[in-house]
């Protein structure tokens, strides 16, 4: 078997043997509390659950705290150093950015989980007022040092924030939260009347490639992405917070990941491969459409 992919610390049996101990209990849906979950997908001892009653898919159960801090620890330093893959990365910041200018061409951001202030200092500062919120201090160190944005170091649900915003971003985030459905409120309670909460590169739970390669999805890094929304999901939650659908989209072909003339041959082989009962054989799933989601939600006025 080849792998084309260079060794991730995050997939290195060192480090999943180091968490093993650190493994929760099994939690009820996040979404609709539901306890009656079937399996969906399994690497090692990390199991993704799909609810029969409201179709969320999570890793149940995940790590604790202590498990998470400790995966989180390297972080940052290591997404640093995958230099070609931040190439890739300023491309879909500048994708994810042009997408909500769409919708709202300035005002106040605030971007949480904002890491080093990447996706942040995309945004002009003629226009935009420009603040984060950063769990990592390595990470806000860097962002307040390289670009010059003021960045809050802590766990939002820990953080006291008066300022209300026209715009709060999670970019890559929500799918990284152990407890999402709180923080999804905070998120709203943040806004302004006719603000916009902006969800970016979430890996969608109803992509087909999911459903069809199931662990093998290259979205599937059970480590790191614990929940997998899908935009009917996202919908519902946000409802109970004041929030309505604005537009949301599914990147695929203007993204730097895309190949169409193989990525569409190598999921019609897979398919085939995997009815024939030759699952084994794969490595793992090419870029797709539908496997990314984008969407922005409007609170409404008053
Ligand atoms: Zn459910």
Same mark, same amino acid.
């Given at each position: 078997m080849c792998n084309p992919a260079p060794p991730s610390p995050f997939e290195s049996n060192e480090l999943w043997e180091r968490l093993r101990s650190h493994l929760d209990g099994v939690q009820p @849906?996040?979404? @609709?509390?539901?306890?009656?979950l079937e399996p969906w997908a399994r690497k090692q001892y990390l199991e993704a659950k799909r609810c029969t009653v409201c179709g969320m898919i999570s890793v149940n159960p995940h790590l604790t705290r202590a498990g998470v801090d400790l995966f989180y620890a390297h972080y940052f330093q290591f997404r640093q150093e995958t230099s070609r893959l931040n190439e890739q990365r300023a491309i879909m910041y500048q994708l994810d950015r042009d997408w909500i200018q769409v919708f709202i061409q300035g005002g106040s951001v605030l971007d949480v989980g904002c890491s080093g202030g990447f996706f942040l200092n995309t945004f002009p500062p003629d226009r935009w007022e420009r603040e984060g919120v950063e769990i990592t201090q390595d990470a806000a160190d860097f962002g307040r040092e390289q670009f010059g944005i003021p960045i809050r170091v802590g766990d939002l649900m820990e953080l006291t924030i008066e300022k209300r915003f026209d715009l709060v971003t999670l970019r890559g985030v929500i799918e990284h939260v152990p407890d999402p459905i709180p923080y999804l409120e905070k998120c709203a309670s !943040? !806004?302004?009347?006719g603000g916009l909460l902006y969800i970016t590169a979430t890996p969608a739970g109803d992509a087909f490639a999911f459903d069809v390669y199931r662990e093998k999805w290259i979205l599937f890094t059970p480590l790191e992405h614990i929940h997998f929304f899908t935009h009917r999901l996202l919908t519902e939650v946000l409802h109970r917070f004041g929030l309505r659908p604005l537009a949301h989209h599914y990147p695929y072909a203007e993204t730097p990941y895309a190949q169409p003339e193989t990525d569409f041959r190598t999921i019609r082989e897979d398919i085939a491969r995997i009815q024939q009962?030759?699952?084994?054989?794969?490595t793992r799933s090419v870029p797709f459409p539908g496997s990314m989601l984008t969407a922005a939600f409007k609170k409404e006025d008053g």
């Open positions: @849906c996040r979404v @609709c509390g539901s306890n009656d !943040l !806004l302004k009347p009962g030759q699952g084994e054989q794969i």
